[in-house]
């Protein structure tokens, strides 16, 4: 709080904050009284309501996400487990260059149905990338049981987002976790993405080298066969 010069007070001051005010001399003619603000309590009700609330929203879109792209998933969260550097470095490059190439387009008036397209797709992937990174977290604290069921791969997503959201009560560490979250979580599902496009075009390769394999054996046992 700054006071101009013509500033007077003529009673006591009493105000609330952090750091303590030193008026002018002659300003304030009574007593200067400080107020310290409490810090809000960790799990007050209302933040529990909160981040149950988000909780529950993050394992609605998760259950249909993970049972509509099973394999980009697993993939995405295997990379996270296995090369969480590279996600990370991965994901903090997409984090900043997306949104800078989408509003670059959306300047342009070509280019608003693109921008428009990209700021939602990066939108989406930050999203997601909490569910990659709670099936990752939940993976790895479920103890390895024989084949993976739905109702497991579920139990390790809803366990991985309870301790996300948990951490976020912790105001030291929810925003580290957070963003440690969004660029790991994101930098795997485009690094799935990627590999998973790399199989797409290689599967037709391989199968027609397969199919050729295999009409040079007939042709060979062909010319073999006794007449």
């Known amino acids: 709080i700054l006071f101009s010069r013509e500033a007077h007070i ?11 005010i030193v008026p002018g001399e002659g300003v304030v003619a ?24 988000w909780f529950i929203a993050a394992l609605m879109a998760g259950i249909p996400f993970i049972t509509l792209f099973p394999m980009t998933t697993a993939m995405a969260s295997q990379l996270a487990r ?38 939602a797709s990066w939108g989406i992937l930050l999203y997601l990338s909490r569910i990659i990174m709670a099936l990752m977290i939940g993976t790895l604290l479920l103890r390895p049981g024989a084949g993976a069921s739905a109702g497991r791969i579920l139990l390790a997503m809803a366990l991985g987002l309870a301790i996300i959201y948990l951490a976020t009560f912790f105001p030291a560490i929810g925003f580290p976790v957070q963003l440690a979250v969004i660029w790991i979580g994101s930098g795997a599902l485009l690094l799935a993405l990627l590999q998973k496009r790399r199989l797409i075009i290689q599967v037709p390769q391989e199968l027609k080298q397969i199919e050729e394999l295999k009409n040079k054996n007939k042709n060979i046992r062909v010319i073999l066969s006794p007449i």
Do not use: D
């Open 82 to 119: 296995t090369a969480p550097w590279k996600c990370l470095l991965f994901g903090f490059l997409a984090s900043g260059a997306l949104p800078l190439f989408g509003i670059a387009c959306v300047s342009s008036v070509i280019g608003v149905p693109l921008g428009a397209l990209i700021l």
């Open 10 to 20: 003529g009673g006591n001051l009493t105000y609330t904050a952090s750091k303590e």
């Open 30 to 53: 009574g007593t200067i009284e400080r107020i310290v603000p409490q810090a809000p309590p960790i799990f007050s009700m209302t933040r529990l309501l909160s981040r149950s609330l």
